[in-house]
């Protein structure tokens, strides 16, 4: 089997047949020119004794067709023939069709996929992806939303590869402006301070030159004040001949020449902890993408002529995007009076770069503070001349942390969680994995509540671990039973194994597994994989836990079907955990995982 076509999901064959089904149903009642653009809506059964899968067609349409959810819905079922696929199609109060799949097709579609080259779904048509995310301000370490984003953009590039796109990943580097320059500056003063001169913090700011405050020994207000600057100034003084030139050039009073050195150092130091982190995090970019480069080969400058002239105004000296042509709520400025280009403008050409490039869809993942900034760039890429839809922004929404049942201060200097170090360095060994899983049990676009007792409990109460002991469990029963060996041929014969209750479930679990990759995929949505692999987890533990479940005691044909079981269940897992990020320890007990 090659890679699977997305109307041979278990989910889209129902859809089909039940589309079928109330097109010849509307046909026969003469109603269906009151369905144009008929759209059918089919959704897991939400109490499992009902079937795998319904839809509320007849109780969402009974008025405009005038008959009880109960009539339409009956006479619908009786238009679906049913075959070896379907085992039986129901109806149930207040008006939904359910839809059982019988456990010989479950269990044969189960290991097919698996057996398969590729058992995810392809679209009909692959594109070039940039997927730009965590791209921190590389004037201090990550905090934490900034782990949430690295922990997101990695699963969601995992999930749209399965969609048959390439997908890149890339990490968008500010190491250009006014900031960085601060970031030098703050530098210094901490440098002098590290050589004994005392330093001062300005409260208010002033229109004092910055280089009389550096020589006046004191820290604008603007500039950074965080514990990790004096870190930077001690590595740069560890290297001798830099502290040598360093030295003399103050005493020359170079100071735009020392910040711009500072700033350069300063910016290839935070992010070389940046990096440091993503790795340990599992998390590797494809590009990291240096603003100053943009600058460098004059490709901020061209922005202007390169925009609609009728997206463009200049008042007051000033040169303006007209984004409220796009929906923003108000015109937003690309080059100042003196020349000097905004944020904004440096941002269009980026993106403008990435199309250049090559890239037929661009993906940002941003932090919560960038809500108000997604119109005016989106009405900027049109006026570029690329469509609306070629462009994404997705929210990486804020992190609260949670101990002991309640939210944790961030402060670096009350010594408490801030940054992506800090909660690396408080989950310990297990922090790749169960960071990624915490991060990714919600949806992206809502606050998350970070339970750090959770989080760091290492028994089957912690989410993740309750999945990589469930996958454990499996990996031991083939070290103990053997391996199962050459292709599945399931028969009717076979049926009398795969009654009961619990059997039954846990195959259905296991056949959606491309189905859920692929909604988790399309949605844009790594949540919906970690509640599926949750769920799955549970169906095999309760199986493995019955009492007529002990393969061990089994034998003949029925051994040799609960093993093909387990072994697809085995692969889901391994799978599902591998494209979030996390690992499939085959062996795991509580002393190991210490």
Known sequence: MKSMKKENLLKYKVLNILTNSIKKYLESENQIELFPDLKIRIEYSRDE????????????????????????????ISLITTDSFIESVTFSQPGFINFRISPLSLTKYASEFRLGSDPFAKEEKTKKVLLEFVSANPTGPMNIVSARSAAYGDALANLISTLGHTVKREFYV?????????????????????????????????????????????????SYRGEYIKDIAKRYSSDGSKKSSLDMKIKNKDWDSIIRELSLFAINYNLEGQKKDLDLFGVKFDEFFSERSLHDAGEVEKVPARLKESDKKTEEGKLFFLSTNYGDDKDRVILREDGRPTYLMADIAYHKNKYDRGFEEIIDIWGPDHYGYIARLKGAIQSLGFGADSFRVLIAQQVNLIENKEKVKMSKRLGVFQTMTDLLSYLGKSARDVGRYFFLMRSSDAPLDFDLDLAKDESEKNPVFYIQYAYARICSIFRELGEVSGDPVFSDTDLEFLKSDERARLLFWTARFPEEVNDAAVSFEPHRLTNYLQSLSRSFTKFYSGKDNRIKEKSGREREILLQVCKSVQFNLREGLQLLGISAPERMSKEESK
Do not use: C, H, M
Request: charge should be negative; glycine fraction near 6%; hydrophobic fraction near 35%.
């Open 174 to 222: 500010n190491d250009y402006g006014n900031q960085v320059y601060l970031l030098g500056v703050a530098v210094l003063l901490r440098y002098k301070e590290l050589n004994g001169e005392t330093i001062s913090f300005q409260e208010e700011e002033s229109d004092a030159p910055v280089f009389q405050l550096v020589e006046s020994n004191i820290l604008p207000k603007e």
């Open 49 to 76: 004794k009902f079937g795998d899968y319904s839809s509320s067609f007849a109780l969402e349409n009974k008025n405009s067709l005038g008959k009880s959810p109960q009539v339409i819905a009956e006479k619908i």
